[in-house]
């Protein structure tokens, strides 16, 4: 929309209402040059025009085509309609306008004008020159705008909308947190630069010396309660961030934890039993990394697919997942949501799959003795003060990067913990956070060692070396890890069918079936069958790449002493041409514990 354009829509004005009009030119409604402004344009010189004529003279202007959608918002704005005053006048209006449109006037607008206004309700919007946070505003939601480095008059302002293109965003409603709520004198005051804007540094002590005094952690992990709270108001600047896991016997205080993070983090959304349209519908589809998702009893989830695939793909950035919107409709359509923010889980333990728990930072919690076991009026409006204090410094320093951590740790251990690293390089707990790293790295080396997936891996590498094959029968493998780990030759002749045992490896429990699922992600294997003319019988077979199984046993740093514990079971398995000569002695002929041993072999005494 040329500057020109909009001056002759500005002369139309005059025509018909008969008054002295000043033109508003393009660059005094945009913020910008991509059409994006807030609904607080800069309509300051027309203010002593406005006076003069009447809401009704302006709506009939807009109805017959007059003046544009944004000036028209504009003009109900200052003269301090509400918002939903506003979304009624245009929710009436709009019908009468396109008919006007439709008996012959030409439209002044272009034709998307036409089309039906977008309205949508956030809590957060951004472009690249500003940030609208919603806020409670003596009694009314409204945006709280801060636009830094322009040549706009203000730094913050109030609005009661937001305009990006072409869409009329208005603040969030009905938020299941405690709103962040203001007084008038405080807004007066923070436009007037009277209040100062705290760092990352002066909150973290803050929310430490709060929390301390209704949770019994060790400081450590303190510090990572704390730390997660400054991670929730700056989630949206990662790629990733790993979620936290608060785990516990019935009393121990998890839950308490939970509700610390509820009154301080950044909107977040806590329930037991939450399910994916929760979820979903929390999200939404506008922006990512605008909430947190805390999941009370996480234990109750495990039989939800839906929920834990969210959980799965929502701690990276870009992931989002499509829903049919009402499903029994003849004009259903379909709708993309985000999936990514921080999210908090809660309970005895974590569901048992293997993709959610690697992607937590875990917090096992015991009974202890607060300083203060009941959270009173008095401490909730202590919390809510201090988050509309990082509520601040999270939109002061929106525009501002995040220091540069270097660190050695790769994958998903990067992704998880890279969050925590960056924020706590600016606060006091960039030691405590280190000293749980290193912790964690040591016990995910040992539970990768002890883990089923590692030795899988050695029992394959074992079985293609000695029988110089890389095509495997699936029998072979799983008999060869089971005898492996359960110490005794004698196990195949005590449970005839060997094919439904299962032996608990940790918190695994081992199959046969858990052994076949695993043979292809682990190891990039493809199953087949093949017919054994030795036994005239034909089994299924997994055949590997020797490539892949190579740079499997180096960076998993399998030595040959692992590979050597694993027994060669299969007897039908063809013998090699020359078969080498075990580097290892058999396994110990260790008899089975008595309670087995009278399972497996009845007659036992």
């Not at 409006?381 to 410094?393: A, D, G, N, V």
């Amino acid at each position: 929309m040329a500057d020109n354009e909009t001056a002759n829509k500005g002369k139309e004005l005059v025509d018909q209402l008969g008054i002295e009009y000043k033109p508003i030119t393009t660059s005094e409604i945009l913020n910008d040059e991509k059409n994006t402004t807030i609904g607080d344009g800069d309509y300051d010189s027309i203010k002593p025009i406005i006076s003069k004529f009447s809401i009704k003279e302006i709506t009939q202007s807009y109805i017959n085509n007059k003046i544009p959608k944004l000036d028209f918002l504009g003009l109900l704005k200052y003269k301090e309609y509400s918002i939903y005053d506003i979304n009624k006048i245009l929710k009436d209006t709009q019908p009468l306008r396109d008919i006007m449109i439709n008996k012959g006037g030409q439209p002044t607008e272009p034709a998307a004008e036409k089309e039906q206004i977008q309205i949508r309700n956030v809590r957060c919007i951004s472009t690249d020159h500003f940030i609208a946070e919603t806020i409670r505003l003596d009694g009314t939601n409204i945006f709280l705008i801060y636009q830094p480095n322009t040549d706009r008059q203000f730094k913050w302002t109030t609005s009661p909308f937001v305009l990006k293109d072409s869409i009329t965003y208005l603040p969030e409603i009905d938020e299941p947190y405690k709103p962040y709520t203001f007084t008038k004198t405080e807004i007066d005051k923070l436009i007037s630069s009277e209040i100062e804007i705290p760092t990352l540094y002066e909150l973290y002590d803050q929310i430490l010396n709060i929390i301390r005094d209704y949770i019994v952690v060790p400081d450590e992990y303190l510090s990572l309660i704390a730390n997660t709270i400054l991670v929730s108001y700056e989630q949206e600047k990662f790629d990733a961030l790993g979620y936290l896991a608060i785990l516990g016997i019935p009393g121990c205080g998890k839950t308490r934890i939970g509700e610390i993070i509820y009154y301080i983090g950044y909107r977040p959304l806590m329930d037991i039993g939450l399910n994916s349209a929760n979820v979903y519908d929390y999200i939404g589809t506008e922006t990512e990394g605008n909430c947190i998702i805390i999941a009370d009893e996480i234990q109750t989830n495990e039989n939800d697919p839906d929920l834990l695939k969210i959980y799965r793909s929502g701690y990276r950035k870009g992931f989002k997942i499509r829903r049919i919107t009402d499903p029994s409709s003849a004009t259903r359509s379909h709708r993309y949501y985000n999936i990514y923010s921080l999210k908090v889980f809660i309970g005895y333990y974590m569901p048992p799959k293997d993709a959610l728990s690697e992607r937590c930072i875990t917090i096992n919690v015991i009974n202890g003795d607060p300083v203060k076991d009941i959270i009173k009026d008095s401490d909730r409006q202590t919390f809510q003060e201090l988050k509309k204090r990082i509520l601040l410094s999270r939109m002061a320093h929106y525009f501002d990067p995040l220091p540069i951590v270097k660190t050695d740790i790769k994958g998903r251990d990067k992704e998880i913990w890279l969050p925590q690293l960056v924020v706590a390089e600016t606060t006091n707990a960039k030691e405590n956070i280190n000293k749980l790293l290193k912790e964690y790295l040591t016990d995910m080396e040992n539970r990768n060692k002890a883990g089923i997936d590692r030795k899988i891996v050695a029992c394959v590498l074992r079985q293609t070396e000695f029988y110089e094959t890389h095509t495997l029968k699936v029998n072979s493998i799983w008999n060869s890890i089971l005898l492996t780990l359960c110490k005794d030759p004698k196990i195949l002749q005590y449970y005839p069918n060997i094919d439904s045992f299962q032996y608990e490896l940790g918190d695994t429990k081992v199959s046969k079936w858990l052994i076949g699922k695993k043979l292809k992600p682990v190891l990039c294997g493809k199953d087949d069958t093949k017919y054994f003319s030795d036994t005239s019988t034909t089994e299924r077979v997994w055949t590997f790449d020797k490539k892949i199984l190579d740079q499997l046993e180096k960076s998993l740093k399998i030595t040959d002493t692992e590979k050597d514990e694993f027994v060669i079971a299969d007897l039908n398995q063809p013998d090699p041409p020359t078969p080498p000569k075990p580097t290892s002695p058999s396994p110990p002929q260790i008899s089975l514990p008595n309670t087995l041993e009278k399972l497996f072999n009845p007659n036992s005494q």
